[in-house]
């Protein structure tokens, strides 16, 4: 999943923004988003029981 | 020029045929439009992703899907989606198909535990190589810097 969230927000991150600072702080952005809410649903699948 | 006045100068003149040739390497090798167009850091980011998200799903047992399947009506629906998502890593999806490697539905592999990791980084890197064309086509035809 970390490896999944990097990539993409590598990819993400290089093409969203106009300047390498705008750049880098909306890929950690993507990053953590795609994280935080991949663990989130990771907790609400695993009490879901079918 | 301001950025939002290139960008409707840009859209009038409507996209130069070097552009399209440079979406077209874009999504053959990934990276390649970039280079073309002298973004070298962008190259080694975004197409370096797309090669490493490919040869990982590789390494970790993914399948690519092909359009080719026992049970033509149900088979072609189920594996549009995908195989539109394997068919945007360019050339990597062809010579995979060309070399009839990775597309085989082996009971095997698909036990292994990284299989259906693989199989969506797979997908990942071709849908990624989709973005990569369309940024490198918009550079190219000046409506990105």
Request: proline residues 3%; contains cysteine; glycine residues 12%.
């Amino acid at each position: 999943m970390m490896l999944f969230a990097a990539l993409a927000s590598i990819v993400l991150g290089a093409m969203g923004k106009d300047t390498n600072r705008e750049r880098l702080l909306y890929g950690a952005w993507v990053f953590a988003e795609f994280v935080v809410i991949g663990l989130v649903l990771g907790w609400v699948l695993y009490f879901i029981p079918w | 020029m301001v950025k939002t006045e290139r960008m409707v100068a840009a859209r009038s003149d409507g996209a130069p045929g070097r552009a399209w040739l440079v979406g077209l390497a874009a999504w053959f090798i990934p990276g390649l439009g970039h280079l073309m167009v002298s973004r070298w850091g962008r190259a080694l980011l975004m197409g370096g992703a797309v090669w490493l998200c490919f040869f990982l799903g590789m390494a970790m047992g993914g399948r690519l899907n092909a359009l080719a399947s026992t049970d033509p009506w149900s088979g072609f629906l189920v594996s549009l989606f995908p195989v539109i998502g394997n068919f945007g890593a360019g050339a990597l999806y062809i010579v995979s198909w060309l070399l009839d490697y990775g597309f085989a539905e082996d009971v095997e592999q698909a036990a292994r535990v990284t299989f259906e990791y693989g199989y969506i980084f797979l997908i990942l890197a071709g849908l990624l190589n989709y973005l990569n064309m369309l940024d490198a086509f918009d550079i190219a035809a000046g409506r990105k810097s």
